[in-house]
């Protein structure tokens, strides 16, 4: 059976991190993700070559994926895919998906038992589908010993609109409500520390999305904080419209980043492939980059640092 693809491990110390990718390629033309941005200006913000998210033609290279982070037997997962079984009659590329999760969690060596806890940075239909199976007579949590993390305010907001309001997703009633009933959600704030996680509240993308930080690690997963690396350099830029407060999302993607670049850390997010990292390319400009570490003298700020060491 082919599996997901699954990227790495990432060690750091005990800690492996895992990329598990439901899907990668040409998801849309540049205008769609960057209203009124031309392609030359969003290649010249983004990375180089098959990192810069962008084809010769203008296509965005976008991603679905999840990370597994594993110490020892314990296991948590961050992020929770679209999932299998789920009617998406607007959103056919996800519509009654059959993906083989369980086979490709056993190959990094988990069982559904096994995951202590599903972090979820918010309720959008491609980040929650796995969290729950159906079983032949209802939906049910994915992992029966797991706890799901989520914002209070994301599910009350989501929760708020009634039945048959379009606002309402399927994915509200068949993937979050089953594990409130089962009593499997931990609600957490931003500045909580779940196992190896710390909490960070990142309002703005959605009324309570939230980013997870391996705290010991300066390891980050971003969510939708980030939806392409030349949103790096140009935090202004919305990702369409699906920003729930354009203004809020620009300034936490500004605050972040630059937190982000001053403390070197390991960045995923699930729409931008691999692991990259911030760095400040001239006073409070940034870029991403991924690979090896870009070159000092395009990096004023880490040579300020190198001098002091």
Not at 8 to 33: N, R, T, Y
Not at 51 to 59: A, F, I, P
Not at 272 to 282: A, H, K, L, Y
């Amino acid at each position: 059976m082919t599996l997901l693809e699954i990227r790495g491990p990432h060690v750091f110390d005990e800690l492996k991190v895992f990329q598990i990718i439901e899907w990668e390629g040409e998801a849309m033309p540049h205008g769609v993700l960057f209203p009124g941005i031309p392609a030359d200006a969003i290649r010249k913000a983004s990375p180089s070559g098959e990192n810069s998210r962008l084809t010769e033609t203008g296509m965005i290279v976008s991603s679905t994926q999840m990370f597994l982070v594993t110490q020892g037997n314990r296991a948590i997962l961050i992020e929770a895919g679209s999932g299998n079984g789920k009617a998406r009659p607007d959103e056919p590329y996800w519509d009654h998906q059959n993906l083989p999760y369980r086979e490709t969690l056993a190959a990094a060596g988990v069982g559904l038992g096994d995951v202590e806890y599903v972090f979820l940075s918010h309720m959008h239909p491609d980040h929650v589908g796995l969290a729950t199976t159906w079983n032949g007579d209802r939906w049910e949590p994915t992992f029966p010993g797991a706890k799901y993390v989520l914002a209070p305010r994301e599910w009350a907001y989501w929760n708020g609109f009634p039945a048959g309001d379009p606002a309402r997703h399927p994915c509200i009633n068949d993937s979050i409500l089953p594990l409130v009933e089962a009593g499997s959600v931990q609600f957490a704030r931003g500045g909580e520390r779940i196992g190896p996680v710390r909490v960070h509240d990142t309002t703005g993308h959605t009324p309570g999305h939230l980013v997870f930080e391996l705290e010991d690690r300066n390891v980050w997963f971003l969510g939708d904080l980030i939806h392409h690396p030349a949103q790096a350099p140009h935090p202004e830029w919305s990702a369409a419209d699906w920003d729930f407060d354009r203004e809020l999302a620009r300034s936490q993607r500004r605050r972040f980043f630059h937190q982000f670049a001053e403390s070197r850390a390991t960045l995923l997010a699930a729409h931008t492939g691999d692991p990259f990292r911030v760095e400040e390319i001239s006073p409070g400009r940034f870029m991403a980059c991924y690979g090896d570490p870009m070159p000092v003298e395009l990096c004023p700020s880490r040579a300020r640092t190198f001098q002091q060491e």
